[in-house]
Nanobody
Framework: QVQLVESGGGLVQPGDSLRLSCTTS????????IGWFRQAPGKEREGVSC?????????YYPESIKGRFIISRDNSKNTVYLQMNSLKPEDSAVYYC????????????????????WGQGTQVTVSS
């Protein structure tokens, strides 16, 4: 089974930062658009962010995270990151790394059925 491995979640206070990482030893992520979803209790999974392969263009979907979250990739480490700053309680969720068999993200939407591989999820809890 293909394994995408997320790490970096944890329990933090409002205003703190976390950096999530996504990697795999099984194939080269550089080829593909890579993104992040999140799912809070009682809510549907939503697309958060995505980064293109070839040109590295980035996309952010919920208005609530724009200006606070940054997606990036380090191809030498075969790793994609989600830097989350100024965290709020409403950011609390399980965050999932996602691989799309495409070089490009979609502009304006990011849906579950666009994803080909999922990570196992990492818990982010923001609470005082």
């Amino acid at each position: 089974q293909v394994q995408l491995v997320e790490s970096g979640g944890g329990l933090v206070q409002p205003g703190d930062s976390l950096r999530l990482s996504c990697t795999t030893s099984e194939f080269t992520l550089e080829t593909y658009a890579i993104g992040w979803f999140r799912q809070a209790p009682g809510k549907e999974r939503e697309g958060v962010s995505c980064i293109n392969s070839i040109d590295g263009r980035t996309y952010y979907y919920p208005e609530s995270i724009k200006g606070r979250f940054i997606i990036s990739r380090d191809n030498s480490k075969n790793t994609v990151y989600l830097q989350m700053n100024s965290l709020k309680p409403e950011d609390s969720a399980v965050y999932y790394c996602a691989v799309e068999f495409s070089a490009y993200c979609n502009d304006g939407h990011y849906y579950d059925d666009e994803v080909d591989y999922w990570g196992q999820g990492t818990q982010v809890t923001v609470s005082s």
